[in-house]
Structure formats: C-alpha cells, structure tokens
C-alpha cells in the first residue's frame, strides 16, 4: 500500500499502479527514485528493517536504489551498519524508550 502512495506521489497515475504485483510495483517505484527527475531530490525511511541476513530483508539489497537519495534505516539490529560499510553508511545507537516516553 505504501509504495502505490509514493508511486502517485512521483507521478504515476492510481490505475497504472494498482493492478501491479507487489515486486513489479517496488521495481517502478525503484526506477522512478533512480529517474533523473527524482535524483537526490528524496529521503525514505525504511522503518524496523529485520536483520539483514533475514529473508524478509532480502529485497533490500536486491532492489532499493541506495545510491540515487538519502535513505535512513531504523532496526535493532546492528548488522545494517556492517552491510553497509562505514564509509557508506554511519551508525547512531540510540537507547529504547519506555513506553511512556515512546
């Protein structure tokens, strides 16, 4: 559902992205980001991303256009840092919240 909301956002129209599969729909979304249009011009947040070495996350590396904007990973596992590498990507530890504070 996300990814029909950003391809709108970038330009496609409701009927062209709706009846995509959600792989097909990742990848248009994946090359609008990586269009000269929307070079540099965006910052997307994947949000809780399990463990790398997570099946789950497998698209991740697969798929997303890391290198055409700003992308800011949250998860609670360290290992996104080492993927990575130190030079591409710099790691903030943050403490957990209660729930107060959440």
């Known amino acids: 559902k996300e990814y029909v909301e950003v391809a709108k956002k970038l330009g496609s129209s409701a009927e062209s992205v709706e009846r995509l599969s959600e792989e097909k729909l990742r ?58 590498g130190e030079l591409t990507w710099r790691q903030v530890t943050l403490q957990g919240m209660t729930e107060a504070e959440a």
């Open 27 to 84: 990848a248009h979304v994946h090359g609008l980001l990586e269009s000269k249009e929307w070079e540099g011009r965006w910052l997307v947040v994947l949000d809780d991303l399990p463990d790398p070495a997570d099946e789950r996350a497998a698209w991740v590396w697969r798929e997303f256009p890391f290198g055409s904007g700003k992308t800011l990973v949250t998860s609670r596992s360290p290992d996104w840092a080492k993927e990575g």
